[in-house]
């Protein structure tokens, strides 16, 4: 089993910045990835970035440049630096970690309001 607790969020005006933090605890020797997710009303759950145990880097087209997917050392806390906002980027943010035996678990999301 693996806890994930998200941190950061909150509003802010475009062109400003935000850092989401996320810490996994528990069976972290089975991570296999992290990443952050994002949603929308209305709207399929999207990845946003991502970063594996070899720390290969993935981010969706529309915000890269923007954001950036770090790590601590200990590879069980991720953050997710967001820099230039606008508004399309409001969304309930989700950190996610996938486990070797294929098992997925879930943050509690957190809010990202940015008002234009």
């Known amino acids: 089993q693996v806890q994930v607790v998200e941190s950061g969020g909150g509003l802010v005006q475009a062109g400003g910045s935000l850092r989401l933090s996320c810490a996994a605890s528990g069976s972290i020797l089975s991570i296999k990835t992290m990443g952050w997710y994002r949603q929308v009303p209305g709207k399929q759950r999207e990845l946003v970035a991502g970063i594996s145990r070899s720390g290969s880097m993935v981010y969706v087209d529309a915000v890269k440049g923007r954001f950036t997917i770090l790590r601590d050392n200990a590879k069980t806390t991720v953050y997710l630096q967001m820099n230039s906002l606008k508004p399309e980027d409001t969304a309930v943010y989700y950190c996610?970690?996938?486990?070797?035996?294929?098992?997925?678990?879930w943050g509690q999301g957190t809010q990202v309001t940015v008002s234009s």
């Open positions: 996610n970690v996938d486990a070797e035996d294929s098992s997925h678990y």
